[in-house]
């Protein structure tokens, strides 16, 4: 059920419930139903919620909006709030949620277990439950990849008119680029930045997608981007002349970031919340979790879905996603200096 129905189940329950219930008192009474803030699409939660419930009797309640307004919706909302779980994409969005304090820590064997430490928060405030990998794409007729080598090597000269790159408006470039400064510090960080905007062939895109475009057209030949945005455009036009590169193998390894979940700081259902991002992180539910968008899973016993598998084994980067949240401030005002649009 959709939380808009939540308002007049409220009014049902104040209407009910006189002087001795408070509408608080009567959620908690039911404690077989579970309220998800979800910045993940619907389409990417439903089927996982659906199957959940089935097994469980548990009802899941959720809406999904972009990361920014549910944790403005959530901070104001207070302890008022229904919400018992956040999900939303990027660690720096889920650094950002427990930094204003609508997260809960939670100490969970089950989730240290399935979840590398490298993909959660030291705390417990939050969880990966999939892992996005950031990497380098690329036209194969007028690229070799023995040409291309890591993401720093993207501000060589000889791409000059040659990359394309998306805005560093969004969060996956702000966390890239703050993974970059825990590896190289600032002045270097500047450097390679300034770097890839004296190689732009144009303007930074709106979206991966139109960077891949843009890159199949001609009018550029290198960019980085997430891997599900080329498996969703492979999949749509499988005759794309495009190809994956897995850059810094011989160093810190390709970007990764996470899509996760965390319990919220006012949970009524704290017990149950816990027990779904358990089983989110299982066996029976991260291979559908990844595969759904063409993600690697965060359990690393889980296998990734038979087309991303496809796409070849990689180093991952393993310093703590966390770190995309620390630093995104440092990570925002350089791109700025650096002209990265
Ligand atoms: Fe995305």
């Not at 939540?6 to 009014?11: C, D, I, N, S």
């Not at 959720?62 to 549910?70: E, G, Q, R, S």
């Not at 080329?230 to 999949?235: A, F, H, I, N």
């Not at 011989?250 to 027990?275: F, L």
Request: with cysteine; net charge neutral.
């Amino acid at each position: 059920m959709k939380v808009e129905n939540y308002q007049a189940l409220k009014v049902l329950a104040m209407l009910l419930s006189g002087a001795m219930l408070s509408v608080a008192s009567f959620v908690v009474t039911a404690a077989d139903e579970l309220v998800v803030y979800s910045a993940r699409k619907e389409h990417l939660i439903k089927p996982l919620f659906d199957a959940y419930s089935e097994k469980t009797g548990v009802d899941i309640r959720y809406i999904t909006d972009k990361a920014a307004p549910l944790l403005e919706r959530l901070h104001a909302e207070g302890e008022n709030s229904p919400a018992d779980m956040l999900i939303t994409v990027d660690a720096g969005n889920l650094w950002q949620a427990a930094e204003k304090g609508v997260l809960a820590p939670v100490k969970s064997d089950a989730l240290e277990k399935n979840i590398p430490a490298y993909l959660r928060d030291a705390d417990g405030h939050w969880f990966g439950l999939s892992v996005r990998a950031r990497t380098i794409v690329y036209a194969p007729d007028r690229v070799k990849s023995g040409e291309l080598t890591t993401y720093e090597g993207l501000a060589d000269p000889k791409w000059q008119g040659r990359l394309c790159l998306r805005t560093s408006k969004k969060v996956y470039n702000q966390s890239l680029i703050a993974m970059m400064i825990a590896q190289h510090g600032e002045a270097k960080t500047e450097e390679i930045v300034r770097g890839w905007v004296a190689n732009l062939a144009t303007a930074p895109f709106s979206n991966d997608t139109r960077t891949m475009e843009a890159i199949a057209a001609g009018q550029c030949d290198v960019g980085i981007v997430n891997t599900y945005y080329y498996g969703r455009l492979m999949k749509k036009s499988p005759d794309t002349r495009l190809a994956l590169f897995w850059p810094n193998q011989s160093d810190r390894g390709v970007h990764v970031n996470i899509s996760g979940a965390g319990v919220t700081r006012y949970a009524r259902h704290r017990d149950e919340a816990i027990k779904l991002i358990e089983w989110l992180s299982g066996s029976e539910a991260q291979g559908m979790f990844a595969g759904l968008n063409l993600e690697y899973p965060a359990n690393p016993d889980v296998a990734p879905d038979a087309a991303v598998l496809a796409w070849g084994d990689f180093r991952q980067d393993r310093l703590n996603v966390s770190k995309a949240g620390e630093l995104q401030a440092d990570s925002v005002m350089l791109m700025d200096r650096a002209g990265y649009k």
